[in-house]
């Protein structure tokens, strides 16, 4: 199964959590204003629209020469001053809710509809008129006078908290799900690879997990070497009733027919060949993993090819520094080779492309193609469609083979059809078809998919720019 389409935990899952923790601040940031903030603020316009009717009634009340104390009094000790007169034009504020809550507290002292104004468009400064003795006294004040601490604090600690909170629902979520991690590529390595080893500290659980993924496979690696022993047992065993048919076809009578020769020659090498391949799936991987250059892997395998009649093509980077089992990669390569020169016309292309971190190796064909309902099915054992592909000689075993060797590296071993959006048309060459676009009905590809981490120079680039024509 493909995991795409689909989104990762650790983004669901941090997605949920901060999501859910954003909301819940924004609820309880609207909760403490609606309950603390805004009565504080109540009760502060009240408080101040009371200093300013009362420092207005004062200011008139005194005479002439005590006016400027209790100016200098009202300014040191309130941050206020009052006027009789205004020499330029005023407007009323807005956009400031205190300014409103204000205007309110003064209406219900002074009964009667009141307002909070600036002067000159400026609203550094506060402009109150208090209507006393049929004319206004104007009572101002700096607009920083209204600047509270408290509000500011709360807001900051809610914002404070909210970003800490998401960044200890990261670490958390990662902990979580980083023995998931581990799990899955135990999951997704060779049965005879180490497991890897949970994080200091991981929970029972997961533990618990990894130790029964062991001990099935142990259990299935068990199944596979009796299996494999097994047959390498019966074909080992076939082997001599086969060196005597060999002999005996050897002391044939002269007077035996030639064709009757030769169909029994025939028949002896399509039993050995039968014989050897079944070895070869049966004795399975030796896993003798080394460093060498696939392109000159590549390379050899491409000349084995046309000493066999085929017609080998390769857009390859010159040099691809790569760990793993050689020969098992060789036998993997020549037997995809084998079924294209049985099967797909004798011409194959080669070419290296970057899929989704992964370096895809392409050989494509130009038979007559797999159905698609059969693109898994032709990597059993003993499987030949005939019928879709031609009507060769093989025993159904090269492809199984192949992608067991594949399998065994870590490797994805797949057969693609012009069907497939965009397939074709990443593996074109000068015997194309199609007659534009580059989509040809006639060329199918097997992509093998090699893991990034086994590239033990990650530095070579794959691409046009450093290829080279084979």
Same mark, same amino acid.
């Given at each position: 199964m493909s995991s795409q389409g689909g989104r990762r935990l650790f983004s669901q899952t941090a997605w949920t959590l901060g999501l859910g923790i954003v909301v819940l601040q924004i609820l309880t940031l609207l909760i403490v204003v609606a309950t603390v903030l805004y009565p504080l603020a109540e009760r502060s316009a009240e408080d101040l629209a009371g200093l300013i009717v009362i420092s207005a009634k004062t200011y008139t009340e005194l005479s002439p020469e005590d006016r400027p104390a209790f100016?200098?009094?009202?300014?040191?000790?309130?941050?206020?001053?009052?006027?009789?007169?205004?020499?330029?034009?005023?407007?009323?504020?807005?956009?400031?809710?205190?300014?409103?809550?204000?205007?309110?507290?003064?209406?219900?002292?002074l009964g009667a509809p009141a307002a909070v104004y600036v002067l000159g468009g400026s609203t550094h400064t506060f402009w /109150?008129?208090? !209507?006393?003795?049929?004319?206004?006294?104007?009572?101002?004040?700096?607009?920083?006078?209204?600047?509270? *601490? %408290? =509000?500011?604090?709360?807001?900051?600690?809610?914002?404070?908290?909210?970003?800490?909170?998401?960044?200890?629902?990261?670490?958390?979520?990662?902990? /979580?799900?980083? !023995?998931?991690?581990?799990?899955?590529?135990?999951?997704?390595?060779?049965?005879?690879?180490?497991?890897? *080893? %949970? =994080?200091?500290?991981?929970?029972?659980e997961f533990q618990n997990i990894l130790n029964i993924f062991a001990n099935l496979r142990t259990r299935l690696q068990a199944m596979i070497n009796h299996q494999s022993l097994l047959l390498t047992g019966i074909s080992h065993d076939l082997r001599s009733p086969l060196a005597r048919l060999r002999m005996a076809w050897e002391l044939l009578p002269d007077n035996t027919p030639q064709h009757l020769r030769e169909g029994m020659l025939q028949d002896i090498e399509r039993m050995d060949a039968l014989l050897a391949q079944s070895l070869a799936l049966g004795r399975g991987m030796s896993a003798k993993v080394a460093d060498f250059d696939l392109m000159v892997l590549l390379a050899e395998v491409g000349a084995d090819f046309e000493r066999e009649g085929g017609h080998w093509q390769a857009t390859l980077p010159r040099r691809y520094p790569f760990r793993g089992d050689r020969e098992a990669l060789r036998r993997l390569l020549s037997n995809l080779l084998d079924n294209a020169l049985r099967y797909g016309g004798g011409r194959v292309r080669a070419e290296f492309q970057k899929t989704q971190g992964r370096t895809q190796l392409r050989l494509c064909d130009e038979g007559p193609g797999v159905p698609?309902?059969?693109?898994?099915?032709?990597?059993?054992?003993?499987i030949r469609l005939d019928d879709a592909r031609g009507h060769g000689e093989g025993s159904g075993l090269g492809l199984a083979i192949a992608r067991q060797l594949a399998e065994a590296q870590g490797m994805r071993l797949r057969l693609f059809t012009p069907s497939a959006v965009g397939s074709a048309r990443n593996c074109p060459g000068p015997h194309d078809r199609s007659g534009g676009g580059g989509r040809t009905a006639g060329i199918w590809f097997y992509a093998v998919m090699f893991p990034e981490r086994w590239s033990i120079l990650r530095r070579v680039p794959v691409n046009d720019g450093d290829a080279a024509g084979g």
């Amino acid at each position: 199964m493909s995991s795409q389409g689909g989104r990762r935990l650790f983004s669901q899952t941090a997605w949920t959590l901060g999501l859910g923790i954003v909301v819940l601040q924004i609820l309880t940031l609207l909760i403490v204003v609606a309950t603390v903030l805004y009565p504080l603020a109540e009760r502060s316009a009240e408080d101040l629209a009371g200093l300013i009717v009362i420092s207005a009634k004062t200011y008139t009340e005194l005479s002439p020469e005590d006016r400027p104390a209790f100016l200098t009094s009202l300014r040191a000790d309130n941050g206020m001053e009052i006027a009789k007169h205004l020499d330029r034009s005023v407007s009323h504020t807005h956009g400031h809710i205190y300014s409103w809550l204000l205007s309110r507290a003064l209406s219900r002292r002074l009964g009667a509809p009141a307002a909070v104004y600036v002067l000159g468009g400026s609203t550094h400064t506060f402009w /109150v008129p208090v !209507p006393i003795g049929g004319h206004n006294i104007w009572v101002y004040f700096d607009r920083r006078r209204l600047v509270s *601490s %408290l =509000p500011v604090a709360m807001i900051f600690v809610i914002v404070f908290s909210t970003l800490a909170l998401l960044v200890l629902t990261m670490i958390l979520v990662r902990r /979580v799900l980083r !023995p998931l991690e581990v799990i899955s590529e135990a999951l997704r390595g060779s049965l005879k690879a180490p497991l890897p *080893s %949970l =994080p200091h500290g991981g929970a029972y659980e997961f533990q618990n997990i990894l130790n029964i993924f062991a001990n099935l496979r142990t259990r299935l690696q068990a199944m596979i070497n009796h299996q494999s022993l097994l047959l390498t047992g019966i074909s080992h065993d076939l082997r001599s009733p086969l060196a005597r048919l060999r002999m005996a076809w050897e002391l044939l009578p002269d007077n035996t027919p030639q064709h009757l020769r030769e169909g029994m020659l025939q028949d002896i090498e399509r039993m050995d060949a039968l014989l050897a391949q079944s070895l070869a799936l049966g004795r399975g991987m030796s896993a003798k993993v080394a460093d060498f250059d696939l392109m000159v892997l590549l390379a050899e395998v491409g000349a084995d090819f046309e000493r066999e009649g085929g017609h080998w093509q390769a857009t390859l980077p010159r040099r691809y520094p790569f760990r793993g089992d050689r020969e098992a990669l060789r036998r993997l390569l020549s037997n995809l080779l084998d079924n294209a020169l049985r099967y797909g016309g004798g011409r194959v292309r080669a070419e290296f492309q970057k899929t989704q971190g992964r370096t895809q190796l392409r050989l494509c064909d130009e038979g007559p193609g797999v159905p698609e309902a059969d693109l898994e099915t032709v990597f059993e054992p003993f499987i030949r469609l005939d019928d879709a592909r031609g009507h060769g000689e093989g025993s159904g075993l090269g492809l199984a083979i192949a992608r067991q060797l594949a399998e065994a590296q870590g490797m994805r071993l797949r057969l693609f059809t012009p069907s497939a959006v965009g397939s074709a048309r990443n593996c074109p060459g000068p015997h194309d078809r199609s007659g534009g676009g580059g989509r040809t009905a006639g060329i199918w590809f097997y992509a093998v998919m090699f893991p990034e981490r086994w590239s033990i120079l990650r530095r070579v680039p794959v691409n046009d720019g450093d290829a080279a024509g084979g």
